[in-house]
Nanobody
Framework: VQLQASGGGLVQAGGSLRLSCAAS????????MGWFRQAPGKEREFVAA????????DVADSVKGRFTISRNNAKNTAYLQMNSLKPEDTGIYSC??????????????????WGQGTQVTVSS
């Protein structure tokens, strides 16, 4: 599975961005897709995840009510809609996919494939 993330950029606080993660290859084997982010000097953290088959979603408490994850199976693409952005949302956002069934999806080790990161910068 190959993942290609896009959609990052520079936005003012309160603004919105939509990230995309296009999957190719053995996409039929994907169980979950997730988004993680890493700010300078901080550890990578879970942002959101979606079940590839059922569409069930989960988001981190820090972004709940502001970020929404979705997927379009026909386009083999997952999205992260980010609204009401804050400076603390700044970081490199990476998408990931797991092709093995796991109970969890909130940790980086739960994922098998990663796309390159896309930079999100929120100015105050």
């Amino acid at each position: 599975v190959q993942l290609q993330a896009s959609g990052g950029g520079l936005v003012q606080a309160g603004g919105s961005l939509r990230l995309s993660c296009a999957a190719s290859g053995r996409t039929f084997s994907i169980y979950h897709m997730g988004w993680f982010r890493q700010a300078p000097g901080k550890e990578r953290e879970f942002v959101a995840a979606t079940s590839w088959n059922t569409g069930r979603t989960d988001v981190a408490d820090s972004v709940k009510g502001r970020f929404t994850i979705s997927r379009n199976n026909a386009k083999n693409t997952a999205y992260l809609q980010m609204n009401s952005l804050k400076p603390e949302d700044t970081g490199i956002y990476s998408c990931a996919a797991t092709v093995r069934w796991r109970l969890g999806y909130r940790y980086a080790d739960d994922y098998d494939y990663w796309g390159q990161g896309t930079q999100v910068t929120v100015s105050s």
